[in-house]
């Protein structure tokens, strides 16, 4: 049971691992097991030849596999996400998201395309059969404020959405947690034509 935070900026630094950061020292604030995965540790070449056996390629998608929940980053690219995410996202199996909850995060340059998060982004995550895709937080470069030691500060605003939004993911999360089998309960239930009632 736990957390992977999935970090979608080619850049460093990045203002969308900002926001991914700010998420993740919530939820280990909130005592939960969490971890980054940075897409750009990947090898390029195995994503951009969808090298679904390269060995890097393996560990991340079990990583996602294993998790319970994830936290996706992404800058706003062309109106959509970054093309580092749609490469890793395209190597997942189809039902890699099975059973999880997501929350997506978005940084871009405009409020212009602050829906890209539901239009392109939702659509693909959908895809995988997560139990939940929360509503996402999405924020413009000018809540955003670069520090001298190249960090940024968020504005009061985005804390406020970021934090609401970690308060939402901590209820589903431990949710799910509650709706588990425990170890032993057989995860596949009796068919219905083999149960028997007695009358
Ligand atoms: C190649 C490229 C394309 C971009 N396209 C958009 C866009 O379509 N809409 C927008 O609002 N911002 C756009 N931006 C601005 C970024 O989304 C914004 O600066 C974002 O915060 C960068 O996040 P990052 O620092 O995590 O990479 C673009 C930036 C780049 C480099």
Not at 129 to 152: I, M, W
Request: with cysteine; hydrophobic share 45%.
């Amino acid at each position: 049971m736990s957390i992977l935070f999935i970090q979608g900026s080619p850049v460093e630094p990045s203002r969308s691992a900002a926001l991914l950061g700010f998420v993740a020292n919530e939820i280990g604030r909130r005592g939960i097991d969490n971890s980054r995965l940075k897409l750009t540790d990947l090898p390029a070449q195995a994503l951009l030849h969808a090298r679904f056996a390269d060995p890097h390629i393996r560990i991340a998608s079990e990583r996602v596999r294993g998790a319970t929940a994830i936290v996706i980053a992404t800058p706003v690219y062309k109106a959509a996400y970054s093309g580092l995410l749609k490469a890793f996202l395209d190597l997942l199996p189809q039902d890699a998201l099975d059973g999880k909850v997501v929350l997506p995060l978005a940084t871009a340059g405009s409020p212009n395309h602050a829906l890209v998060l539901d239009y392109a982004l939702r659509p693909v995550l959908q895809s995988m059969s997560p139990s939940l895709v929360l509503p996402g937080v999405h924020a413009t470069d000018a809540t955003l404020a670069r520090t001298d030691s190249g960090g940024y500060v968020l504005s009061d605003d985005i804390i406020d959405r970021l934090t609401r939004a970690c308060d939402r993911l901590v209820y589903e999360y431990r949710a799910l947690h509650e709706r588990r089998p425990p170890a032993d309960t057989p995860a596949d239930p009796v068919p219905f034509d083999q149960v028997r009632c007695s009358i």
